[in-house]
């Protein structure tokens, strides 16, 4: 789950179930990790769904992770994506990869790789690793629509800048050679 929650940094676990119960939005999404950290996970999806339906971008991204993943409910690709939509819409830089994924695999229907690589650019333009390495890739091989080798080198070097070994081995192993072929 992308949220971690520390008990030595918050409130108590009574206190935050109480609040929780009293319908408080954040408590709910605490309360929900405490549970999946517990591995009661139908009691977290339970849980994250209040705070998710309620519009914590949190919550819709791990109430969409368990939907995925068919951890305490029923496994729901198509249900999974709708949160992870609503969670990305919010800025929510995890999310949005996973809605990319979506769109790439069509777990949300019909495959739609514009979206998918519309999405995949968003997160990676506001750092986030996998969806760089995900253009990357793409990029090398044609798998979002376009074969671009400079953007897939471009890609793998900012992927490599966040100390990504696969980027990083990839550079070495193959970017010095496509660098020479693009200049």
Same mark, same amino acid.
Do not use: P
């Given at each position: 789950?992308?949220?971690? $929650?520390?008990?030595?940094?918050?409130? /108590?676990?009574?206190?935050?179930?109480?609040? %929780?119960?009293? !319908?408080?939005?954040?408590?709910?999404?605490?309360?929900? +990790?405490? @549970?999946?950290? #517990?591995?009661?996970?139908?009691?977290?999806?339970?849980?994250?769904?209040?705070?998710?339906?309620?519009?914590? =971008?949190?919550?819709?991204?791990?109430?969409?992770?368990?939907?995925?993943? /068919?951890?305490?409910?029923?496994?729901?690709?198509?249900? =999974?994506? +709708?949160?992870?939509?609503?969670?990305?819409?919010?800025?929510?830089?995890?999310?949005? $990869?996973?809605?990319?994924?979506?769109?790439?695999? !069509?777990? #949300? !229907?019909?495959?739609?790789?514009?979206?998918?690589?519309?999405?995949?650019?968003? %997160? %990676?333009? =506001?750092?986030?690793?996998?969806? &760089?390495? &995900?253009?990357?890739? %793409? $990029?090398? @091989? /044609?798998?979002? !629509?376009?074969?671009?080798?400079?953007?897939?080198?471009?890609?793998?070097?900012?992927?490599? #800048?966040?100390?990504?070994?696969?980027?990083?081995?990839?550079? #070495?192993?193959?970017?010095?050679? +496509?660098?020479?072929?693009?200049?």
């Amino acid at each position: 789950l992308l949220y971690s $929650f520390n008990l030595a940094d918050s409130r /108590g676990v009574r206190e935050v179930s109480l609040s %929780a119960m009293a !319908g408080e939005t954040q408590a709910q999404l605490e309360y929900g +990790i405490i @549970k999946y950290q #517990n591995q009661e996970y139908e009691e977290a999806a339970k849980w994250l769904k209040r705070s998710a339906d309620k519009g914590n =971008a949190l919550a819709q991204f791990n109430y969409g992770f368990l939907l995925e993943k /068919g951890m305490g409910v029923t496994k729901q690709t198509t249900e =999974a994506c +709708i949160y992870y939509s609503k969670s990305s819409e919010q800025k929510n830089v995890k999310a949005r $990869f996973r809605e990319a994924r979506c769109h790439e695999l !069509g777990l #949300n !229907g019909a495959k739609n790789l514009k979206l998918a690589a519309y999405n995949y650019l968003l %997160a %990676a333009e =506001a750092g986030d690793l996998l969806s &760089r390495l &995900r253009l990357a890739r %793409a $990029f090398e @091989k /044609g798998q979002l !629509g376009v074969k671009d080798m400079a953007r897939a080198v471009a890609w793998y070097r900012l992927a490599a #800048n966040m100390n990504s070994r696969r980027a990083k081995k990839w550079l #070495n192993s193959e970017g010095s050679k +496509i660098d020479a072929k693009v200049q």
